[in-house]
């Protein structure tokens, strides 16, 4: 376990005779701040690893801070190097730096060639990547339009950036060139260069990968299949001021919002790394891109540096206080890094490990600058094509995915469907029988309340005896209307008017129903009508109340089933149109299986020309050595001649002339 190393840097003031009340003081590693008179303001004191004050260079910085991270990528350590700071504090100034004073970026890369070419018993293979995090949007800065990529994380290759590309290197210059071109396409299309720069994380990313060269010489044969890989990244955050400061709206407000939220992520990882182990709880890294892909950065398999710069003029002095907390913060996470090595498939240069081995072999002793060129071009080729295939194998696979969950949608919409088609003519049916025995109850309850209407109070049965009785009973005086009339009749006078005279003694009449109702011609009668009106009138209330009790359930039971009905619609339609997705997606996995066979093809070609350039040369050498074995024998043939010449010695003319 060890921790962050935690650095401040100030930059030279640009303050232009401003007048200042407050001052930042560095002794050693301390940074305090002081009223003009020297008074120390109290709360304000802060101790780091390192305090850079203004006269600092960025190879100081480099030497003091990072130096040791990169030497320990080489050797096969996760780094990450990050400034952080307001907009205008050196952040970029400290990542890239300038001509004359190179920062850590440019710094760290020679340091890495180097440091590999001196590590003779090693071979490296190296790849970089640059990648520039804008509206929580990750976008590729070595390739123009590869934007939005997703963040994976697998067993062999941990979290990474799905789809970057990789570009393999084999000297610092081909590095800065790529460094050159992200730039470049990093500011694409914008107006305001810095506004840009200001408002985007960067992560310009290193991996190493080494192995043992020659693992029967050095003795290390137990670690010849072991590869070492390591991961650095050195990133230059966005401005950590507040959205307020930078009076920002529209568009700039967005994409404060975005950075704030990104940093008080980070904020809140660091906060809750410095928390005891066992209270820490949940880290939040995946509540932000930046948190995500730096994970092992933070608190994990890494060396970690940050160096948090602050602009030291009087009117950044609140944002410059946040900054220091924040690094005070910091200075307490924990990371473990250890060496990474692994012994599967995993790492490129052991995948691409014998066809080096091979060429190298073949072009040993020849120093042709253009072999090497190819040899490099051909393993970026190589590396591209398995990137490449990787990325279809990743979109077919959440192509895949993404059918299953629309078959399953569609299931379970058909399902739905069929639910409510049971349920729609469940509810038909109930409805027409609903209505059936709605007029079944409406012609009983009519009976019903006629009935009753006849009913006697001790609701004795025979009233239609009754009735009938009393019809005819009362013939003599008018017409009663038939029984099944009754129900037309609305008209209480008329109902009065045709049943007055009827017998008034109820139980007297239940009980002799045969009575001649001019028997009871007395003033009773009036009571009875009285009685036999209420009767009546309660009866047809209570039908009506039951009638209308009815139609309520009819309506709510209509209004249920259009509800349904639409429902049963609108699920029609998003089943069509879920098949019309999945159709679409069906099309798109054909054209990918397709993509993936061309490119598969272009594989096999590319390993063909490989081969070809393999035998080439294999030819080339074979030449050369018979070329070498006849110069050989004709310097053996013209010496022997010479010794032949010297040794058949020819008199010399003075002899003659003697
Ligand atoms: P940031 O990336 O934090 O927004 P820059 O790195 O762009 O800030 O710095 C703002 C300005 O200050 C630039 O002009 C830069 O050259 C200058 N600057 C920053 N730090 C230093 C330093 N240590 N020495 C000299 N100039 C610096
Ligand atoms: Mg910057």
Redesign the pocket.
């Known amino acids: 376990m060890e921790k962050i190393s935690v650095a401040v ?1 100030f ?2 003031s640009t303050a232009l005779d401003l007048p200042e009340d407050r001052k930042w003081r560095v002794e050693d590693n301390r940074i305090s701040l002081h009223l003009l008179d020297g008074t120390p303001i109290s709360g304000v004191s802060f101790a780091f690893d390192h305090v850079f004050d203004q006269s600092s260079t960025n190879a100081t910085v480099y030497d003091l801070l990072i130096k040791s991270i990169i030497h320990a990528a080489v050797n096969g350590f996760n780094g990450t190097a990050f400034a952080y ?1 307001q ?8 990542m890239n730096g ?1 001509e004359d004073d190179p920062g850590i970026i440019p710094l760290a890369v020679k340091d890495i060639f180097h440091t590999a070419q001196m590590t003779t018993d090693r071979e490296f293979l190296i790849r970089v990547s640059y990648m520039e995090i804008y509206n929580e949007e990750i976008n590729d800065l070595l390739t123009l339009g590869n934007q939005k990529l997703p963040i994976h994380e697998s067993l062999e290759r941990g979290i990474f950036v799905a789809g970057l590309r990789e570009e393999i290197v084999n000297s610092a210059e081909q590095v800065f060139e790529l460094i050159k071109l992200g730039e470049a396409n990093r500011h694409f299309g914008e107006t305001n260069m810095n506004v840009r720069s ?1 408002r985007s994380h960067t992560i310009f990313r290193m991996v190493i990968e080494s192995s043992v060269k020659d693992p029967i010489s050095s003795g290390d044969v137990s670690n010849a299949d072991a590869i070492r890989v390591s991961v650095l990244n050195l990133v ?1 955050l966005a ?1 950590s001021e507040r959205i307020a400061k930078t009076g920002a709206g529209g568009v700039r407000l967005k994409e404060g919002k975005h950075i704030n939220k990104s940093l008080m992520i980070l904020g809140n990882v660091i906060n809750k790394l410095s928390e005891n182990g066992k209270q820490r709880g949940h880290i939040p890294y995946r509540d932000s891109k930046l948190t995500r892909i730096l994970q092992p950065s933070l608190g994990g398999n890494a060396k970690t540096s940050i160096i948090c ?1 602050v602009a030291p003029e009087e009117v950044h002095i609140e944002e410059s206080r946040g900054t220091l907390q924040f690094a005070s913060g910091a200075k307490r996470i924990t990371n473990c890094a250890q060496v990474n090595e692994i012994l599967t498939d995993a790492a490129l240069l052991k995948r691409q490990k014998l066809e080096i081995e091979e060429l190298r072999r073949k072009l040993q002793g020849s120093h042709s600058e253009v072999l090497e060129q190819m040899i490099l071009k051909q393993r970026n080729d190589m590396h591209k094509s398995e990137l490449d295939r990787e990325r279809l194998a990743m979109e077919l696979e959440e192509e895949r995915k993404s059918r299953e969950a629309l078959e399953h949608c569609i299931k379970e919409q058909q399902k739905k469907i069929d639910n409510l088609t049971s349920l729609a003519n469940s509810s038909s049916q109930t409805r027409s029988s609903a209505k059936m025995a709605d007029l079944r109850n409406t012609s009983d309850e009519v009976i019903m309340s006629q009935e009753d209407v006849f009913k006697t109070p001790n609701f004795k049965e025979k009233p239609n005896d009754f009735v009938v009785k009393r019809s005819n009973c009362s013939r003599d005086l008018e017409s009663s209307p038939p029984p099944d009339n009754f129900a037309n009749i609305a008209d209480e006078d008329l109902w009065m008017r045709l049943n007055k005279g009827c017998t008034t003694d109820l139980d007297m009449l239940q009980m002799t129903p045969d009575m001649k109702c001019q028997s009871y011609l007395s003033s009773d009668i009036s009571v009875g009508l009285a009685l036999e009106e209420e009767i009546s009138n309660k009866g047809r209330c209570h039908s009506l109340e039951t009638e209308c009790g009815f139609n309520k359930q009819l309506e709510a039971s209509k209004e249920q089933c259009a509800a349904l009905e639409r429902e049963c619609n609108l699920l029609r339609g998003e089943n069509a149109s879920l098949m019309h997705g999945l159709s679409m997606s069906k099309q798109d996995v054909e054209l990918l299986t397709a993509e993936k066979e061309e490119l598969l093809k272009e594989l096999n070609i590319e390993r063909q020309k490989m081969k070809d350039l393999k035998e080439e040369i294999h030819v080339f050498s074979l030449a050369f050595s018979q070329r070498e074995g006849l110069l050989t024998s004709l310097y053996s043939k013209s010496k022997a001649m010479v010794e032949n010449l010297k040794a058949s010695q020819v008199p010399t003319p003075e002899l003659y002339d003697c």
């Open positions: 840097r930059r030279p700071g907009t205008s504090s050196g952040k970029t100034f400290t300038s200001s230059d401005g710069t």
